[in-house]
């Protein structure tokens, strides 16, 4: 389906104006934007929130995804029950398909594994309730039950499941704990890049605890997220000086070859949550992967010089 972005349409989102024209929810809408399978004069848009311009060409494919691949992939599942699973994701891993990428990520594995997922999340995020950036470690919970999506999904809205990372950054930060709780939003230009005061801003706070300081300029922090905008946590530390190791996004853009991790410094290494049926509170922990213990003992190293 093709249509055109007329005059009394500047400026509209594109989920809002192609709700205008078709009959279909705005949910559903967004996930076809998301899945990539709207157009705007040729180039694929990933964007809900695009403003549209006169004149544009926009075209709609409305077909059902090609089923997702089934892999054998190794999983370190640190709870499980017929309603969910807490999984420790490796680094270099993404968390569910998108229309590039359709292989090695999490929901392939999960797949592979044989489990039931909620379809809630839609045909490319099966089971998923929150995701991790590519290059993060740690626990994330999944949805094997749409009640348990459902429940799972309002608790993470309410700010009652917990999750704390441990993130290695740039600089000796000098407050032993402090709060950030500025918005985050698109940054206006970048693509998926976001910025503090960006493009539809949304509230977001993040807190902080030092826990080790190295005397060659870095930090080992605790951090709590209350909220979950996209890169909070890599946002938040940048803006205040101190961005991840090995953030290339926003952090420093060359690679510290001395250190022996080569991704960006941040692990998730807590997650509580209230089990979607029971309601028992559940806590999961999960330890650091070698190459960011590693890293921490070789800064110790050279403190200790």
């Known amino acids: 389906m093709r249509l055109v972005v007329s005059p009394n349409e500047i400026g509209l989102r594109l989920d809002l104006y192609l709700a ?44 059902k995804p090609q089923a997702l691949k089934r892999e054998n992939i190794l999983l370190e599942i640190v709870y499980e029950d017929k309603r969910i699973l807490v999984i420790s994701k490796p680094a270099g891993m993404i968390t569910h398909p998108t229309h590039l990428v359709r292989e ?28 991790l950036d590519k290059e ?21 809205k309410l700010q009652k499941i917990k999750r704390r990372y441990l993130a290695l950054v740039y600089g000796q930060v000098k407050k032993d704990e402090g ?38 300029g870095y930090t ?28 290339k996004k926003y952090g ?4 510290d070859t001395k250190l022996p991790i080569k991704r960006q410094a941040l692990h998730a290494a807590m997650l509580g949550l209230h089990h979607p049926k029971t309601k028992e509170y559940l806590e999961f922990h999960s330890n650091p992967p070698d190459d960011f213990t590693e890293t921490i003992e070789y800064l110790r190293s050279l403190s200790q010089g």
């Not at 998301?34 to 060409?57: D, L």
């Not at 594995?109 to 995701?131: D, F, N, Q």
């Not at 470690?137 to 039950?145: I, M, N, T, Y």
């Not at 998926?192 to 005397?215: D, H, L, P, Q």
């Open 179 to 216: 709060e950030i709780g500025l918005p985050i939003g698109r940054a206006f230009r970048g693509g998926n890049k976001m910025r503090v005061f960006g493009r539809k801003s949304r509230s977001a706070k993040t807190n902080f605890r030092v826990i080790e300081r190295f005397n060659k």
């Open 220 to 247: 080992l922090l605790e951090v709590s997220l209350h909220t979950g905008r996209t890169h909070q946590i890599r946002v938040h530390l940048a803006h205040i000086g101190h961005p991840v190791v090995g953030d």
């Open 20 to 63: 205008k024209h078709l009959p279909f929810s705005r949910s559903y809408l967004k996930r076809l934007i998301e899945e990539g399978q709207v157009s705007i004069n040729g180039r694929i848009i990933t964007r809900p929130a695009k403003h549209m311009n006169e004149g544009e060409e926009v075209k709609v494919t409305i077909s």
């Open 252 to 255: 420093r853009h060359k690679e």
């Open 136 to 156: 993060t470690s740690g626990l994330l919970v999944v949805a094997k039950e749409d009640e348990a999506y459902v429940n799972l999904i309002q608790d993470l």
């Open 104 to 131: 090695g990520t999490l929901v392939n594995a999960l797949l592979g594994y044989g489990t039931t997922l909620s379809s809630l999340g839609g045909e490319l995020r099966p089971g998923i309730v929150h995701r």
